[in-house]
């Protein structure tokens, strides 16, 4: 019996069949091919389809060998499948610490560079590993560690009050809050617009009241991706960012579209909500100012806080 294991002819006919292809194609792009004027009519003719041929035909002109024209392995290439094993340590290391994808992602971006993998690569590497879950202990190693770096990064947004919680002016007003991770403490501010101008003058006297009441001093700034802030492309030109760089404190900027990248902020706004500005009207400005001032004063000094395990943020 013949053996076939071998056999080459299928090989060199396909190689023969794009060769004959590949000049009849070059013929007509030339205008010298008598039959077919234009590229549609000969890609008719030989039955072959556009996206098809322009994928061998470049591929051909660049290497110019046989091997080139024959089938090709399919599937993504062995990097891109794995990511490079000098990032598998750091990110197995983060999220021993209790960091998650998105964290882990910003956290090695300055050292790995090009080589950071994406929160989906990160995520598909923990649950490999089997860390993609957090566990109670993991869980309190998280809350461990942040609760060593007081004012090593402090959360910073915007909130729209309604326009029915001032009596005597339809206006709507703003808040500017900053609330630092570690330690919870607060500060918010009411603003009459969200210009990047205000809320740098309000981002500056939360800063101040907290570094002079509570000897606060933050290292990095989490914000979202609103003008008001300044956005990514731009850094320097907004007032915010050249407030943050005289001070020297660093910007960080939250993922686009998911608030829970700033979570305690967005959890402090419904604490303020329900302790104060929900089904409540105040009289004047100024007494909206002088109630959320004693408010923010009881939830930094008098309120428990549940995750720091029933202490206040003093």
Excluded at 278 to 288: C, H, R, S, W
Aim: net charge positive; with cysteine.
């Amino acid at each position: 019996m013949r053996k076939n294991t071998h056999d080459q002819t299928f090989y060199h006919n396909y190689v023969r069949k794009w060769k004959f292809l590949i000049k009849e194609y070059e013929l007509v792009k030339q205008k010298r091919h008598p039959p077919f004027h234009f590229v549609a009519d000969f890609y008719r003719f030989h039955q072959t389809h556009r996206q098809t041929f322009l994928k061998y035909y470049p591929r051909f002109r660049q290497s110019g060998t046989e091997p080139a024209l024959g089938p090709q392995p399919r599937g993504p290439k062995w990097k891109r499948r794995r990511p490079y094993g000098s990032s598998e340590q750091p990110v197995l290391l983060s999220r021993r610490q209790g960091v998650n994808r998105y964290e882990i992602c910003q956290l090695l971006a300055p050292k790995l560079k090009h080589l950071t993998p994406s929160p989906s690569t990160g995520y598909r590497l923990t649950q490999r590993y089997g860390l993609n879950r957090l566990t109670p202990k993991l869980r309190e190693a998280n809350r461990r560690i942040v609760n060593q770096k007081a004012g090593a990064l402090g959360h910073l947004d915007c909130q729209p009050l309604s326009k029915d919680l001032l009596a005597t002016e339809p206006t709507r007003y703003y808040l500017v809050c900053v609330i630092d991770t570690s330690t919870r403490l607060a500060w918010a501010d009411v603003v009459s617009d969200l210009k990047s101008l205000t809320v740098m003058f309000s981002a500056v006297k939360s800063f101040t009241l907290l570094h002079q009441c509570y000897h606060l001093q933050f290292a990095e700034v989490f914000t979202d991706n609103g003008a008001e802030f300044a956005a990514p492309t731009q850094p320097a030109t907004p007032p915010f960012e050249r407030l943050l760089r005289e001070l020297g404190i660093k910007h960080r900027y939250t993922q686009p579209y998911r608030p829970q990248t700033n979570g305690k902020v967005e959890r402090f706004w419904r604490t303020l909500n329900e302790d104060l500005l929900d089904g409540t009207t105040f009289a004047a400005l100024e007494e909206l100012q002088d109630e959320l001032a004693q408010s923010l004063l009881y939830y930094n000094e008098v309120r428990p806080h549940q995750a720091l395990q029933g202490k206040t943020p003093k």
